[in-house]
C-alpha cells in the first residue's frame, strides 16, 4: 500500500485522475472518490462528466468483476457506497444544471418477504449506472408499489423474493396493475435467489434479472429499446 500513500491526487492530470478514481471506486476508498470529484468539479468539470466518466465509468468495471465472480457482495457494496459519497456531493449539481436523466426506477422487496440484501445491491448498482432508485424497502404489499410508481413516475419497477412462498405475490402486483390499465406504462423487473426466466414470463414481467449487474445491463437496454419505439411511434426516426 506503501506507492498508494505517496498518490497526490491534486497532482495528477485529468486523465489520471479519472483513472486513480476507477481504482479508488474499485477498493472502496470513500473519503478519496470524494476528493477526486472535488478537484475535476475545482478544475471545470461538468457535474455531468465528473458523473459519467469518473463515477458511472468506475462502478460499470466493478459490475462486471461482480458479474464475473471476481467481486463479491462485501466489495461491491464498499465500492457504491464510495460512489453514494461522490453522488451526494454531486446530486444537487446536477439537479441545477439539468443534466439529462437516465431514467428511474422505484424498487422494492414483495409483501411478506424482509430479505434486502440483493435489493440494497441492485439499488446501489442502478445508482452507480447513474439512475434516480426510490427504494420502498421490504415487506411491500400491492398499495405500496401503486402509490410509489404514481408518485414517483418511474421508468421501471423493480420487486425483489428470497422465499418461494412469497414469489407468487409479484403476479399479484403486476395483474393488479394490468386491472388499473398501468401495466404497459412500465418496465417490470423481477429478482431473487430462487426466480428464473420461465418464472418471470409466467407472472408477466418484462425480465428476470439474476444479480445487480445484470438488472443495470437489463434496465439501460429496456429503456433505449423504450425509447425507439416511442421515437418511431411519433414518427421521430
Request: proline residues 3%.
Amino acid at each position: 500500500m506503501a506507492e498508494e500513500d505517496d498518490i497526490v491526487l491534486s497532482e495528477l492530470d485529468d486523465e489520471e485522475l479519472v483513472q486513480q478514481m476507477h481504482d479508488d471506486l474499485y477498493d472502496g476508498l470513500k473519503d478519496e472518490v470524494e476528493e477526486g470529484v472535488n478537484i475535476l468539479l475545482g478544475r471545470g468539470w461538468t457535474p455531468y462528466k465528473v458523473l459519467t466518466e469518473a463515477l458511472v465509468e468506475g462502478m460499470r468495471i466493478v459490475g462486471i468483476d461482480f458479474r464475473d465472480g471476481i467481486l463479491f457482495v462485501p466489495e461491491v457494496l464498499m465500492a457504491a457506497n464510495s460512489m453514494k459519497a461522490g453522488m451526494v456531493i454531486l446530486r444537487p449539481l446536477l439537479a441545477e444544471t439539468g443534466a439529462p436523466r437516465m431514467g428511474k426506477m422505484v424498487i422494492g422487496t414483495v409483501k411478506g418477504d424482509i430479505h434486502d440484501i440483493g435489493k440494497n445491491l441492485v439499488s446501489m448498482m442502478m445508482e452507480g449506472a447513474g439512475y434516480e432508485v426510490i427504494d420502498i424497502g421490504i415487506n411491500n404489499p400491492v398499495e405500496n408499489y401503486l402509490a410509489a410508481i404514481e408518485e414517483h413516475k418511474p421508468d421501471i419497477l423493480g420487486m425483489s423474493a428470497l422465499l418461494t412462498t412469497t414469489m407468487p405475490y409479484m403476479k399479484v402486483v403486476i395483474d393488479t396493475m394490468k386491472e388499473k390499465g398501468i401495466r404497459d406504462d412500465y418496465i417490470v423487473l423481477v429478482g431473487g435467489a430462487p426466480l428464473n426466466e420461465a418464472f418471470a414470463e409466467s407472472v408477466g414481467a418484462d425480465a428476470y434479472c439474476r444479480d445487480a449487474a445484470v438488472a443495470v445491463e437489463t434496465a439501460k437496454k429496456m429503456i433505449a429499446e423504450r425509447e425507439r419505439s416511442n421515437s418511431a411511434a411519433m414518427g421521430v426516426s
